[in-house]
């Protein structure tokens, strides 16, 4: 059990309440049973202590000899509770006179305590309620030995004075096996509430460990978790709600997934549905196209802005068709990787070669980086990024490339959409058994693999233009965002950032966007320097889901 466990803590405030009430009652019990004991004890040994005084010592002349003292002391002692007597008279000449009954040699007048002796010769004051000068004092006392004793003196009216000393040490014991019991009594206690706390512990964590579990099932996806209810607790109650709950929930995301997938749909058909007459059309401005830039002056100047209107609006509308294309497939989880080894120096540069960016980019690459990545998707990302910071940004737009270690968790563990690689992994060796490398040629690549692993691709560009507001930079991903509603209509599409983030997705890497301390926005794309690992690790099941949705789209 956890220190902070549910039913660690049960357990301990069981004991506590258990222990709290034995304790008690163990005491009070105690308390009790030793002043029953003591207290019967000391009035028995005392009533017989007190007639004895009155038969044996009263009997006594006023001025009795020793012997007479040592004959009475033996015989006060002889008594049931056999107790030691210490007697003592004045003589005529005017000193002690001290005997005992030699019961306990080691008793004398040393052991009597001061107090015990000034009360018993104090004389009391004859009135109607007190009949008797003097009285019987006790005072209960410990030996150098540890042994309880009770010490009692009383005097007769011109007579002797005799003290009596009694020895407690059986009643000790009773009372120390007594004290044992209860303890003994306690600690069953103690561990009968422990069993009983672990009993309850586990009556009542079970269904909150069934719930828990349910909950994390739920959390995973499994919306059609239920737990079994029985009775009519409190818990009970818990599970129909929970119940309650997760079908409402599935409810719920079945219908989001059912409008979703009908938006997607809706969107898939048509984009296809307009690349039919969205040809045609392209046809014919490509041709007005031609007549606009021939010589011979076909287009009548009248109608040249509109026929420029027409063919540059055309040419957008195609590039917002062929985005929501690539967009679906995203959506489909139908995007793949075609992995090939690059030069990034040299992407970068046939990138912005031909886009004729080359007098707006400054490139700061070192020759020789390459990785293995899909050097199409690498294009839309690159073009996409350096297209969208010299459109709302400031030329020159500076894009540098740096190779980093590899944070310690994976760049994108949870990408929206499974990478999948369009060929099979070649394995040279099944085919060509007598090929295959040795043991050290094995190792040296996979020391290479893992070092690529360890490595990143960090390509970042940065414009010289206002920045981005900060209330922006949350949404500069997202799909058809405007940053200014007041400029609800754009050259580009607003779903440019979007694909480019999608393609860094499938690659295994992200894109973040940041304004530079210097002035500017900072796009930093991160890349694995070798895609092959992420391709491999593609969920099985969502290339399935992939394959599906493009049946049934591919069926309608």
Same mark, same amino acid.
């Given at each position: 059990?956890?220190?902070?466990?549910l039913r660690l803590r049960l357990v301990l405030v069981f004991g506590l309440v258990a222990l709290t009430a034995a304790v008690t009652a163990s005491?009070?019990?105690?308390?009790?049973?030793?002043?029953?004991?003591?207290?019967?004890?000391?009035?028995?040994?005392?009533?017989?202590?007190?007639?004895?005084?009155?038969?044996?010592?009263?009997?006594?002349?006023?001025?009795?000899?020793?012997?007479?003292?040592?004959?009475?002391?033996?015989?006060?002692?002889?008594?049931?509770?056999?107790?030691?007597?210490?007697?003592?008279?004045?003589?005529?000449? @005017?000193?002690?006179?001290?005997?005992?009954?030699?019961?306990?040699?080691?008793? $004398?007048?040393?052991?009597?305590?001061?107090?015990?002796?000034?009360?018993?010769?104090?004389?009391?004051?004859?009135?109607?309620?007190?009949?008797?000068?003097?009285?019987?004092?006790?005072?209960?006392?410990?030996?150098?030995?540890?042994?309880?004793?009770?010490?009692? @003196?009383?005097?007769?009216?011109?007579?002797?004075?005799?003290?009596?000393?009694?020895? *407690?040490?059986?009643?000790?014991?009773?009372?120390?096996?007594?004290?044992?019991?209860?303890?003994?009594?306690?600690?069953?206690?103690?561990?009968?509430?422990?069993?009983?706390?672990?009993?309850?512990?586990?009556?009542?964590?079970?269904?909150?460990?069934?719930?828990?579990?349910?909950?994390?099932?739920?959390?995973?996806?499994?919306?059609?978790?239920?737990?079994?209810?029985? @009775?009519?607790?409190?818990?009970?109650?818990?599970?129909? $709600?929970?119940?309650?709950?997760?079908?409402?929930?599935?409810?719920?995301?079945?219908?989001?997934?059912?409008?979703?997938?009908?938006?997607?749909?809706?969107?898939?058909?048509?984009?296809?549905?307009?690349?039919?007459?969205?040809?045609?059309?392209?046809?014919?401005?490509?041709? *007005?196209?031609?007549?606009?830039?021939?010589?011979?002056?076909?287009?009548?100047?009248?109608?040249?802005?509109?026929?420029?209107?027409?063919?540059?609006?055309?040419?957008?509308?195609?590039?917002?068709?062929?985005?929501?294309?690539?967009?679906?497939?995203?959506?489909?989880? $139908?995007?793949?990787?075609?992995?090939?080894?690059?030069?990034?120096?040299?992407?970068?540069?046939?990138?912005?070669?031909?886009?004729?960016?080359?007098?707006?980019?400054?490139?700061?690459?070192?020759r020789g980086v390459t990785a293995r990545l899909d050097p199409r998707r690498l294009d839309v990302i690159l073009a996409n990024l350096i297209g969208?910071?010299?459109?709302?940004?400031?030329?020159?737009?500076?894009?540098?490339?740096?190779?980093?270690?590899?944070?310690?968790?994976?760049?994108?563990?949870?990408?929206?959409?499974?990478?999948?690689?369009?060929?099979?992994?070649?394995?040279?060796?099944?085919?060509?058994?007598?090929?295959?490398?040795?043991?050290?040629?094995?190792?040296?690549?996979?020391?290479?693999?893992?070092?690529?692993?360890?490595?990143? *691709?960090?390509?970042?560009?940065?414009?010289?233009?206002?920045?981005?507001?900060?209330?922006?930079?949350?949404?500069?991903?997202?799909?058809?965002?405007?940053?200014?509603?007041?400029?609800?209509?754009?050259?580009?599409?607003?779903?440019?950032?979007?694909?480019?983030?999608?393609?860094?997705?499938?690659?295994?890497?992200?894109?973040?966007?940041?304004?530079?301390?210097?002035?500017?926005?900072?796009?930093?794309?991160?890349?694995?320097?070798?895609?092959?690992?992420?391709?491999?690790?593609?969920?099985?099941?969502?290339?399935?889901?992939?394959?599906?949705?493009?049946?049934?789209?591919?069926?309608?």
């Amino acid at each position: 059990m956890r220190f902070t466990s549910l039913r660690l803590r049960l357990v301990l405030v069981f004991g506590l309440v258990a222990l709290t009430a034995a304790v008690t009652a163990s005491g009070i019990a105690y308390w009790l049973n030793r002043e029953a004991v003591l207290t019967r004890a000391q009035d028995a040994v005392l009533r017989d202590f007190e007639q004895e005084m009155q038969n044996r010592a009263g009997a006594l002349p006023s001025e009795p000899t020793q012997e007479e003292l040592r004959r009475a002391a033996e015989q006060m002692s002889n008594g049931s509770q056999h107790f030691s007597v210490l007697l003592i008279s004045v003589a005529p000449d @005017g000193r002690l006179v001290v005997e005992s009954s030699g019961m306990l040699d080691s008793f $004398t007048l040393e052991d009597v305590p001061r107090s015990l002796r000034e009360a018993v010769n104090r004389k009391q004051k004859l009135t109607s309620a007190n009949s008797s000068p003097y009285h019987l004092y006790w005072q209960r006392t410990v030996g150098e030995d540890g042994t309880p004793y009770l010490v009692a @003196g009383a005097r007769v009216a011109d007579g002797p004075t005799g003290y009596m000393l009694k020895s *407690l040490e059986p009643e000790a014991k009773d009372l120390n096996s007594l004290a044992w019991s209860l303890g003994i009594a306690t600690a069953l206690a103690l561990v009968g509430s422990a069993l009983l706390a672990q009993a309850a512990a586990t009556t009542v964590l079970r269904p909150v460990h069934r719930l828990g579990i349910a909950a994390r099932r739920l959390g995973e996806g499994k919306l059609d978790t239920r737990l079994q209810v029985s @009775g009519t607790d409190e818990l009970a109650e818990l599970s129909r $709600t929970f119940n309650r709950t997760a079908a409402a929930l599935e409810q719920r995301v079945a219908e989001m997934s059912a409008r979703d997938e009908a938006s997607r749909r809706f969107v898939a058909d048509m984009s296809h549905e307009l690349r039919t007459p969205l040809t045609a059309i392209t046809a014919v401005t490509e041709v *007005l196209e031609e007549e606009l830039d021939a010589e011979t002056g076909g287009i009548d100047p009248m109608i040249e802005p509109a026929v420029r209107l027409v063919v540059s609006e055309t040419r957008r509308l195609g590039d917002l068709v062929e985005n929501l294309m690539e967009v679906t497939r995203f959506d489909a989880g $139908t995007a793949r990787l075609v992995l090939d080894d690059v030069d990034i120096a040299d992407q970068i540069t046939a990138c912005v070669d031909a886009r004729a960016w080359l007098d707006a980019v400054e490139l700061d690459a070192e020759r020789g980086v390459t990785a293995r990545l899909d050097p199409r998707r690498l294009d839309v990302i690159l073009a996409n990024l350096i297209g969208n910071a010299l459109k709302h940004g400031g030329s020159p737009v500076r894009v540098s490339v740096r190779v980093e270690d590899a944070p310690d968790a994976p760049l994108a563990p949870h990408a929206p959409h499974p990478p999948h690689t369009a060929h099979a992994p070649h394995d040279a060796a099944a085919e060509h058994p007598e090929r295959v490398p040795d043991a050290d040629a094995a190792a040296g690549a996979d020391e290479a693999a893992a070092e690529a692993a360890r490595k990143v *691709l960090v390509i970042r560009v940065r414009d010289h233009g206002p920045g981005i507001p900060e209330e922006v930079l949350p949404h500069v991903f997202d799909r058809f965002y405007k940053a200014s509603a007041s400029r609800p209509r754009s050259e580009g599409s607003g779903l440019g950032l979007s694909i480019a983030l999608e393609n860094a997705h499938i690659h295994g890497g992200e894109i973040s966007a940041a304004n530079s301390p210097e002035g500017g926005a900072v796009f930093t794309l991160r890349l694995p320097l070798d895609a092959s690992s992420v391709t491999e690790e593609a969920p099985a099941e969502q290339q399935a889901g992939g394959r599906q949705r493009q049946r049934q789209r591919s069926g309608r």
